[in-house]
């Protein structure tokens, strides 16, 4: 870890390496909007992804996927909506969730929609 990094800034350092190295193309990092703050923008072939990253040094408390609620997934869609607008993006897009539990990586790609998130009837 360099110095003045948190285990946070660690884990999207680490989360872009691993994403680079799957062939995905970071867009931006620490986005923020009003509505709120996107870690890693990417793109993934045609697809835009939003990439959740989420770091807890044990298993307690339900692990860092449980750090990714309703609420949590509200205001990534809405930033990511901002910045889908703001940069006039028209890629279909994805939800990603990369949980950093010790040195273990687990990435959950299309952990949620927009349909989780705001259900149509």
Not at 55 to 83: D, L, N, T
């Given at each position: 870890m360099h110095p003045g990094d948190t285990p946070g800034r660690q884990a999207e350092n680490d989360t872009c390496e691993l994403l680079r190295n799957l062939g995905y193309a970071i867009v931006a990092r620490n986005w923020a909007s009003r509505g709120g703050e996107l870690d890693i923008v990417?793109?993934?072939?045609?697809?835009?992804?939003?990439?959740?990253?989420?770091?807890?040094?044990?298993?307690?408390?339900?692990?860092?996927?449980?750090?990714?609620?309703?609420?949590?997934?509200?205001?990534?869609?809405?930033?990511?909506?901002?910045?889908?607008?703001?940069?006039?993006?028209?890629?279909?897009?994805?939800f990603d969730v990369v949980a950093w539990e010790g040195d273990v990586v687990r990435i959950h790609r299309a952990a949620f929609s927009l349909d989780d998130v705001w259900p149509t009837d």
């Open positions: 990417a793109r993934d072939g045609d697809t835009l992804v939003f990439v959740e990253v989420k770091a807890r040094s044990g298993g307690g408390f339900g692990g860092p996927e449980a750090a990714v609620s309703h609420a949590k997934q509200r205001r990534i869609a809405a930033a990511a909506k901002a910045f889908m607008a703001r940069t006039d993006a028209d890629l279909p897009a994805r």
